[in-house]
């Protein structure tokens, strides 16, 4: 059984209703595609592939002072990285003269009239849920009179919001947005397509179908909350006389908790300069994902796993995790990397003492083999790894304690300096000869084991350590008061060699720690972790 969208679908094609099934992706260009959006895509995309039809990516620009040529890039740029195969790249405001045309074929029909009360009259006439409307004074006015001023509106005569066009439909129409709703209003702005070809600009409500409309669209997907505008589409595309009316199907959006979801609000951050831009890996963008190391494979799985229904919801971000950390669990190469580090001096071998170790560069995949790695007697290991007042069951180091050093040695720690501030500066420790990896008996017991890397022959780094943008709710409804001011951690770690060659966006595992890659934007050794190796989420 497919999702209730694919059963509409098929219902469709079986009955003939429809030949080609044409979806589209219909940003508004106001700032960059978040996760949400990736859920969108998924579904419209999904359907134009199952069902052998086509895909348009079509820019809402019908709004000029939002609007920039930079998100109409970047937009591109994100659909086509998801997966998606996009057909045509269109934009609504190539429609303008049509809609302008339907526009004054609705005047032409006594469904539209110009009114010119002003913004803050029509809102206290437009009445409430448990009220009807008002009807405007201008309602009943002539056609040839509306169809006078609105040549005028379109002429330049009138300054901004001092005219709009209106539907007439019913004031006392139970759905708010079927009261007299605004078609055109005045706005004398800049548009990034039209430049200053118009001075009159029509509402989302108006544009959106008739777009859908003139595309031919099959299936009309969108979000839950466009369900009670749904009434107002099929009366303009009705009346505006499609042939081919399209027809809205509505789903769920993504909620993720702990996660902003409005471009406006995401816009906010960028502008405040609270992240290093809509690419900041912090961010729900796609191209934050993207710079993060999240791959469109992972968010393909993580939106087959929400599915697609009409029940709104919060999805876990665990869920979202889970999906990148399978996929790297099986296919990030292995490494060492210390993030902070102290020092490990090993007592019983000299300064000039080195060796290779072999390990295992991908233990999910053999093919990729072994890799040797440089073992000298100046090592780095976590501060956290040592302890010299060792709490309950600890099995990392402290004095007199064996733990195996990954893929080298056990060794028994003898000592360590402080610093006068009381932290530990250098661990003492010695090799139990007759334990290396691989070649061990097994008759020397150790505690744990701990990750290092080899002090003479390896690279500093910076480890970037995320955490989620936003606090948990905890009924604050502010974003504002939600900021996590912990989102970032820098952290100045020691990685071994082969690190400093890693291509920018190739996953690592870093042992015990994540997963990590190098970072696109920084010319220097820069990681950012994409996720921890914990899994909070069980599927
Ligand atoms: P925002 O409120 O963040 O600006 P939007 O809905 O206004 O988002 P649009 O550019 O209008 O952004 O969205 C394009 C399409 O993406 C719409 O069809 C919308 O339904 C869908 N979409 C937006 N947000 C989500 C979401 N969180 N989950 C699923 N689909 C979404
Ligand atoms: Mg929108």
Redesign the pocket.
């Known amino acids: 059984m497919g999702n209730f969208i694919e059963e509409i679908i098929e219902k469709d094609l079986a009955e003939g209703k429809v030949k080609n099934i044409i979806t589209r992706?219909?940003?508004?260009p106001?700032?960059y595609l978040?996760?949400?959006?990736a859920?969108?895509i998924n579904i419209d995309y999904g359907m134009a592939e199952k069902y052998g039809g086509t895909f348009n990516l079509r820019f809402?620009d019908t709004n000029p002072s939002k609007e920039e040529e930079e998100y109409v890039l970047a937009i591109i740029d994100d659909v086509k990285w998801l997966g998606a195969k996009i057909d045509k790249i269109l934009y609504a405001s190539d429609y303008f003269d049509i809609m302008y045309e339907k526009a004054v074929l609705l005047i032409k029909k006594g469904l539209a009239y110009v009114d010119d009360i002003s913004a803050e009259e029509m809102r206290l006439m437009r009445g409430t849920l448990n009220e009807p409307g008002k009807e405007s004074k201008n309602r009943n006015r002539p056609i040839e009179e509306s169809l006078k001023l609105f040549e005028e509106m379109k002429a330049g005569k009138y300054g901004d919001g001092e005219m709009v066009l209106r539907a007439k439909i019913d004031m006392a129409s139970p759905n708010i947005n079927m009261r007299d709703p605004i078609i055109y209003r005045v706005l004398h702005a800049h548009h990034h397509r039209q430049g200053d070809k118009w001075c009159i600009y029509p509402m989302y409500d108006f544009a959106h179908p008739l777009e859908d409309a003139i595309e031919n669209i099959s299936h009309s997907?969108?979000?839950l909350?466009?369900e009670d505008h749904r009434p107002l589409y099929d009366w303009f595309v009705e009346h505006c006389e499609f042939e081919q009316p399209p027809h809205q199907y509505e789903?769920a959006?993504?909620?993720l908790e702990r996660t902003i979801?409005?471009?406006?609000y995401?816009k906010k951050l960028v502008d405040e300069g609270l992240v290093d831009g809509w690419d900041d890996p912090r961010m729900p963008t796609i191209a934050g994902m993207r710079r993060r190391g999240y791959t469109p494979t992972a968010l393909k799985k993580f939106c087959e796993l929400i599915g697609v229904s009409k029940a709104n919801s919060e999805v876990s971000v665990a869920l979202l995790e889970s999906c990148i950390r399978d996929e790297l669990n099986a296919e990030a190469d292995r490494a060492m990397a210390v993030l902070e580090p102290i020092k490990l001096v090993i007592t019983n071998r000299d300064g000039d003492y080195s060796e290779e170790l072999e390990v295992d560069v991908n233990p999910n995949d053999e093919s990729k083999g072994k890799r040797k790695i440089s073992f000298s007697n100046t090592l780095y290991i976590e501060k956290e790894d040592f302890k010299a007042v060792p709490p309950p069951k600890y099995k990392r180091l402290t004095v007199g304690a064996k733990v195996r050093l990954k893929g080298a040695y056990i060794i028994e720690c003898t000592g360590f300096d402080k610093d006068e501030n009381d932290e530990v500066t250098t661990v003492y420790a010695h090799i139990i000869e007759g334990t290396k990896s691989g070649m061990d008996d097994g008759s020397v017991k150790a505690k744990g084991v701990i990750h290092w890397v080899d002090a003479k022959n390896c690279v500093d780094m910076e480890v970037r350590n995320y955490d989620y943008l936003l606090l948990p709710a905890d009924g604050r409804v502010d974003f504002a008061e939600r900021m996590n001011p912990e989102s970032l951690k820098v952290l100045s770690a020691k990685g071994e060699a082969i690190l400093s060659s890693a291509q920018p966006l190739s996953a690592y595992q870093f042992l015990r720690q994540g997963y990590f890659c190098r970072d696109t934007k920084n010319a220097g050794l820069v990681f950012n972790r994409i996720v921890s190796l914990k899994d909070g989420y069980k599927l």
């Open positions: 992706f219909p940003p508004e106001n700032g978040h996760i949400g959006h859920k969108a809402d997907l969108c979000t909350e466009f789903f959006r993504l909620n979801m409005s471009k406006r995401l």
